[in-house]
């Protein structure tokens, strides 16, 4: 794993979406390809053999569809937005779960639903991305607690992560490295939808670059 060389970072005053272009289409792209035309039963399959097939595809893709909007909205909110949004109300509405880490399974089950969610959620990120430059994402921070993969990323040379002088349980991230960590999980759990496809002999379709936390020491590639 790799940090970003200084000299080829876009310039403080370059728009966000240069450090992102992957909040784009191509991380649409790629999800969506991966899970079309899959039987419901492929969709839901889960086992106790591994540990990352604890969680379907489906709970996985709905995972993703959920998160940026937990990050950037229920996290990031009252900085990114201190006035407010117009669609907060529906924002609130999706997030409003049994689960807190995956959409209402009784309102978004189908691929299709999950999915036209997820575009919606990576348009979110997009927004943003599209209203900072490289500076202010570097400027802001959020406080947030430690834990092994903020570590990780931390140990691996990325930026944006800083311990907390008064709170060793606590660690300040800022927004592009936030960015980052939801880049990385959007690959990390396309990996675990490639591995349930293969327990289940289905062929893969997309090449996922193996940055991030997949290419921590630490992290479990194993395939079934």
Do not use: C
């Amino acid at each position: 794993m790799t940090s970003i060389d200084p000299q080829t970072s876009p310039p403080d005053n370059a728009p966000a979406t240069d450090l992102f272009p992957q909040f784009g289409d191509q991380l649409y792209d790629m999800i969506s390809s991966e899970v079309r035309g899959l039987t419901d039963a492929q969709l839901d399959f889960e086992s106790t053999r591994w540990e990352w097939a604890g969680w379907s595809i489906r709970r996985n893709l709905s995972h993703l569809a959920s998160g940026d909007f937990r990050w950037f909205w229920t996290r990031w909110g009252r900085d990114l937005f201190p006035s407010g949004l117009a669609e907060s109300g529906e924002i609130e509405a999706i997030l409003d779960s049994p689960n807190d880490r995956r959409l209402d399974e009784s309102k978004y089950w189908t691929v299709d639903d999950i999915l036209a969610m997820l575009r919606r959620a990576l348009g979110f990120a997009r927004s943003i991305l599209s209203d900072e430059t490289v500076g202010s994402m570097r400027g802001r921070e959020i406080e947030s607690a430690i834990n092994d993969l903020w570590s990780g990323i931390k140990e691996a040379g990325y930026s944006g992560i800083r311990q907390d002088p008064g709170d060793p349980g606590k660690i300040h991230i800022t927004l592009e490295a936030t960015f980052r960590h939801r880049y990385f999980e959007h690959i990390t759990h396309l990996y675990n939808i490639q591995r349930l496809k293969r327990a289940q002999g289905l062929p893969t379709v997309v090449d996922i670059p193996m940055e991030g936390y997949l290419a921590l020491p630490s992290w479990d590639l194993s395939q079934p």
